[in-house]
């Protein structure tokens, strides 16, 4: 059985839970935490960061969200559209993956990271220039979002989007200004593989450094 290293707090485990899910595919979850050692060994030898998710199959072990969905897609749910076989569709939706992870993921990342390094006194100038970021992100999409218009299924977009604009959205709220995107966020919350993962995350909410807002 397919086996997934990761935590259901952090987003990037999402991506990969949310592929699982829709997919209905046998995993076992292993959490990686202070309380299993050996699972956080098999993290640290996978890849030269030692960040997970990772994957294994059969000794095999896959790093990176959007590799890991590229390894479902291929080989253990070839009937879902997790990534499109014809290269010209597939190419858009990879680079949609890289958007959520580069424009929505990294600056919300960012804040969060300036909670971690000082708690007390983040630098709010850096704080301030990755919120300009999310802004730029979130017109760029409101404009996309015209022409992608929401979906039940579950693509590699949707296991990128769902994640990012879920803690994107706790970090800098999405205004009235952008309709579209705050309307498909919670169109993509409400997907049941995304729904899970909300749940399951539920009780790590307390340490979410900026503090988690009371909603969602």
């Given amino acids: 059985m397919l086996a997934l290293y990761g935590h259901p707090f952090?987003?990037?485990?999402?991506?990969?839970l949310i592929a699982l899910y829709?997919?209905?595919?046998?995993?076992?979850?292993r959490i990686v935490d202070g309380d299993?050692?050996?699972?956080?060994?098999?993290?640290?030898?996978a890849g030269p960061a030692g960040k997970f998710p990772v994957l294994e199959d059969e000794g095999n072990l896959i790093f990176e969200a959007t590799t890991i969905?590229?390894?479902?897609?291929?080989?253990?749910?070839?009937?879902?559209?997790?990534?499109?076989?014809?290269?010209?569709?597939?190419?858009?939706?990879?680079?949609?993956?890289?958007?959520?992870?580069?424009?929505?993921m990294g600056p919300m990342q960012a804040i969060v990271d300036e909670y971690i390094r000082n708690p007390d006194a983040p630098d709010q100038t850096r704080i301030d220039e990755?919120?300009?970021?999310?802004?730029?992100?979130?017109?760029?999409?409101?404009?996309?979002?015209?022409?992608y218009p929401p979906v039940d299924h579950v693509t590699l977009i949707?296991?990128?989007?769902?994640?990012?604009?879920?803690?994107?959205?706790?970090?800098?709220p999405i205004g009235e200004e952008f309709p579209l995107l705050?309307?498909?966020?919670?169109?993509?919350?409400?997907l049941p593989a995304v729904a899970r993962c909300v749940e399951d995350?539920?009780?790590?909410?307390?340490?979410?450094?900026?503090?988690?807002?009371?909603?969602?």
Avoid at 36 to 45: G, I, N, R
Avoid at 201 to 216: E, I, N
Wanted: hydrophobic share 40%; proline share 9%.
């Fill in 10 to 16: 952090s987003s990037y485990t999402w991506k990969a």
């Fill in 22 to 29: 829709a997919g209905e595919t046998p995993f076992e979850f």
């Fill in 36 to 45: 299993h050692p050996d699972h956080v060994a098999v993290v640290k030898s």
């Fill in 69 to 104: 969905i590229e390894y479902l897609a291929m080989h253990h749910a070839p009937e879902q559209i997790l990534v499109p076989h014809d290269p010209d569709p597939a190419i858009g939706m990879r680079m949609l993956d890289r958007v959520f992870d580069n424009y929505v």
């Fill in 130 to 147: 990755a919120k300009e970021r999310l802004t730029a992100s979130y017109r760029w999409l409101e404009g996309w979002l015209e022409y």
């Fill in 158 to 172: 949707e296991c990128a989007a769902a994640p990012s604009l879920f803690y994107a959205d706790w970090v800098h």
């Fill in 182 to 190: 705050a309307r498909w966020r919670a169109h993509l919350l409400n």
């Fill in 201 to 216: 995350a539920r009780p790590y909410r307390k340490y979410f450094p900026p503090g988690a807002p009371d909603r969602d």
